[in-house]
Structure formats: C-alpha cells, structure tokens
C-alpha cells in the first residue's frame, strides 16, 4: 500500500493540535482569572447584594463594604465607582473588577434600588462601601 499523498492521518493530527492547544488556552484563562481574586470576588459580592436585596423591606438603606472587590478592580484599572451597577428594569446587580466584563445576579423582590453610588472617601480602594436605599417598585407592570 502506497500511502504517499494521503493527507487524512497529517490533517487528524493537526485537528488534535489545534484541540489540544484551544482546551487549554481556556483552562489557563479560567485559573488566571480565578488566580487574582476577580472571578471569586465578582461572585462573592454580586450574590450577597443580590441576598440582601431579596430580605430588604422599602424604605430600608444598606451601607456593604466592598473593600475587597476594589482593590481587585483598582489593580485591574477599572474606575471603582463604577465596580457596582444596577439595573432595576431587569431587577439586576452588575459586579465588574474588569473593563468589558463582570457578573450579573437577578433580585426577586418587588423592589427598586435607589441613591445607589460607592464611596470611596479617600480616592483610594481602602475602606469603599456600597451604599444603595431600597423602595417599593416604581414601574408599572405588564399589561
């Protein structure tokens, strides 16, 4: 059997490469993300604003130090008063240490978040809080 020109067992073994090196590209991409704290933070911090939101009555204001999630963020270079967003349309908190990235938990509680803003009282990551009010929902529903 003369096997010269035959390219299938050459393009196999290419398309075993190029998988092998996609595989784990993605796996030191996951561990560096998770390496720095970014990842763990971003998490942490999204679900337990999204924890204290569903127990929260209207009315009530929440001060959450997030010291943590901005010294990660400040490292990384993203502004950190913008490492917490809200989206009460979608009843969402947005968590980011990362331009162009970051984590989304939904609330279920009938519930607006408002005045919401982190303070950062000396412009450094030491010491920033989260601080937001909770009031009764203030769109109307779907009809």
Not at 82 to 101: C, E, G, M, R
Request: charged share 20%; no cysteine; aromatic share 14%.
């Amino acid at each position: 059997m003369d096997k010269r020109g035959d390219t299938s067992i050459m393009m196999n073994s290419i398309i075993y490469i190029i998988i092998f090196i996609l595989f784990f590209s993605l796996m030191f991409w996951f561990v560096g993300s998770y390496s720095n704290g970014s990842a763990l933070w971003e998490d942490f911090y999204s679900k337990e604003i999204v924890r204290v939101i569903n127990t929260a009555k209207p009315g009530e204001e929440f001060k959450i130090d997030v010291t943590p999630l901005a010294v990660v963020a400040s490292r990384s270079g993203k502004p950190i008063k913008d490492i917490v967003s809200v989206d009460n349309v979608n009843n969402q908190i947005i968590v980011s240490t990362k331009l162009n990235s970051g984590v989304s938990f939904k609330f279920f509680n009938d519930v607006d978040i408002v005045d919401w803003f982190v303070e950062s009282p000396s412009g450094s990551p030491d010491s920033t809080r989260f601080i937001f009010k909770v009031v009764e929902e203030q769109r109307s529903g779907l009809s």
